[in-house]
Nanobody, 113 residues
Framework: QVQLVESGGGLVQAGESLMLSCTASGYIFSISQMGWYRQAPGKQRELVTSITGGGGTYYADSVKGRFTISRDNTKNTMYLQMNRLKPEDTAVYYC???????WGQGTQVTVSS
């Protein structure tokens, strides 16, 4: 049974940092492309960043230079380090096994101005 469990969301002020984690189980995590998506109220879910099994990364323009995606295949865990957070980063953040229909439950990130 595939499971994706996120943690690390919260309420911070603009300019502060947060780290999200996503721990996977039930499939071969190490070779799987993974992504972080977010959905703000009234908006469509969007891809924020992704990472291949080999460590290749992609970032949306809106987060380049502020967010860093990484993974620890020994722990079946993916991370999202978010620095210099802005109010427009406020959203529910989801981890996703790209190419599958498996998503995490989401974790709320709220950035106050």
């Amino acid at each position: 049974q595939v499971q994706l469990v996120e943690s690390g969301g919260g309420l911070v002020q603009a300019g502060e940092s947060l780290m999200l984690s996503c721990t996977a189980s039930g499939y071969i995590f190490s070779i799987s492309q993974m992504g972080w998506y977010r959905q703000a109220p009234g908006k469509q879910r969007e891809l924020v960043t992704s990472i291949t099994g080999g460590g290749g990364t992609y970032y949306a323009d809106s987060v380049k230079g502020r967010f860093t995606i990484s993974r620890d295949n020994t722990k079946n865990t993916m991370y999202l380090q978010m620095n210099r957070l802005k109010p427009e980063d406020t959203a529910v953040y989801y981890c996703h096994w790209i190419g599958s229909n498996h998503w995490g439950q989401g974790t709320q990130v709220t950035v106050s101005s």
